[in-house]
């Protein structure tokens, strides 16, 4: 039987009195205190579509948004359509993050469009592919690749878009993989100080890992990121017969997706209810770490050497780097970087200020590079290197250590 947590008594009936009267206490980030970086007539509120609205618009219409469906949340290099990619990853993240502001009373708004914008700019193979891509800008550049900053960039400097501040400071600290008991919400004020912050998460490996969100909108968001990943990542490597959903500890919040992803909304909702802050008790937050912890043990490691990243991705990405690299240095006309990538980018005729193949050429390696769907980058690397050693192994439904048939041995 499931374990499912309920909202107590006493704050169900508390909310229930608040709405009845109109007397719930009001910390919602409200439409008409938004930043942008220019204030057009375009951006402004109506009687029918509010500012954040707009920023959802753009952002699913943004033309890095269909990427989403081909790139890695956890497993890599599967034709498996039954496990999870971004695309879904981020509609769950918005789903969850939106009925826990409506509880709360937030601007659901603001939640939808930092839900929908947080990964935009997560590069192909999921976290693993995020570490071989920031070691060589690093290697090349001395600056770090994050996939949240890098996510700011494909919306405010890729396609400047005008995204709220707002939106953008809940994309940049929305970082999944640092959880807090609490999260009280820190107030930017200017893009000055934004892009000063933004700088530095390039420069100080550890600064993108230390911002905080600046509205509670933008921190139900992000630890809607955890809640969304921490069982859904149990379900997928069960399917893919990696580890039984059954296998893992029961812990205060449940084992399985359905209950940790209940009892984590329930008890935030518990807790944060007319608060200043998001949080949620200790024994929620500590079962949440266990929880966490377990599924780096039993899950993502292996997801990583089932696929053979290492010996394959990573010196393929290596080498598409350097070949992408010399064709700027050399204006190689003929490239993919210019002709899939730059003329691709520019296709779209936002303003700029200065042209977007100006950008110092390691940038445009990496904006190509973070850009790339799973697929689309194992076919550039054959396209570049049609005679290289290095060959990708798909895995299907009845392939290896993932097919049912395996489990029967």
Not at 115 to 142: K, V
Not at 148 to 169: A, C, E, F, G, K
Not at 229 to 247: C, S
Request: proline share 4%.
């Amino acid at each position: 039987m499931l374990n499912m947590e309920e909202l107590s008594d006493t704050m169900t009936q508390r909310m229930m009195d608040d709405r009845k009267n109109s007397s719930f206490c009001d910390l919602a980030f409200h439409n008409e205190k938004v930043i942008r970086r220019t204030e057009t007539p375009s951006d402004a509120s109506s009687i029918w579509r509010p500012t954040f609205a707009h920023d959802i618009d753009k952002i699913m219409h943004c033309p890095y948004y269909n990427r989403y469906s081909d790139k890695t949340q956890v497993f890599s290099l599967m034709r498996n359509d039954d496990i999870t990619r971004r695309s879904l990853h981020v509609q769950l993240v918005s789903r969850i993050a939106r009925t826990i502001g409506r509880a709360l009373h937030l601007n659901e708004d603001l939640i939808e469009a930092i839900s929908l914008g947080h990964d935009i700019g997560h590069p192909p193979f999921a976290h693993t592919g995020e570490h071989y891509l920031n070691d060589l800008y690093h290697e090349y550049t001395g600056r770090y690749f994050r996939h949240n900053i890098h996510s700011v960039r494909v919306l405010d400097q890729i396609y400047p878009l005008n995204i709220s501040l707002q939106v953008l400071d809940g994309i940049a600290t929305h970082n999944g993989e640092i959880q807090l008991e609490t999260y009280e919400p820190r107030p930017i004020e200017s893009f000055e100080e934004f892009d000063l912050r933004m700088e530095k998460c390039y420069t100080d490996i550890k600064y993108a890992n230390q911002i905080l969100p600046s509205t509670l909108e933008a921190a139900v968001v992000r630890v809607s990121d955890i809640i969304a990943y921490l069982g859904k990542d149990r379900q997928d490597a069960a399917r893919v017969n990696i580890v039984e959903e059954e296998a893992f500890t029961p812990t205060g919040i449940g084992s399985i997706n359905a209950e940790i992803i209940n009892n984590l909304v329930v008890n935030i909702i518990e807790n944060s209810y007319g608060k200043p802050y998001i949080r949620m008790d200790q024994d929620h937050f500590d079962a949440m770490i266990t929880a966490k912890r377990e599924n780096y043990s039993k899950i993502y490691g292996n997801a990583a050497s089932c696929a053979k990243l290492d010996s394959t991705i990573k010196p393929m990405m290596r080498e598409i780097y350097g070949q992408l690299l010399d064709d700027l240095r050399t204006h190689n006309s003929k490239s993919p970087i210019f002709t899939h990538h730059i003329q691709y980018v520019n296709q779209t005729h936002y303003h700029r200020n200065i042209p977007y193949e100006h950008s110092e050429a390691n940038d445009l390696v990496v904006d190509y590079i973070a850009s790339m769907t799973d697929n689309y980058f194992v076919e550039l690397h054959h396209f570049l290197f049609p005679d290289s050693p290095y060959q990708v192994e798909y895995l299907g439904y009845f392939d290896g250590p993932f097919s049912p048939d395996s489990q029967k041995q």
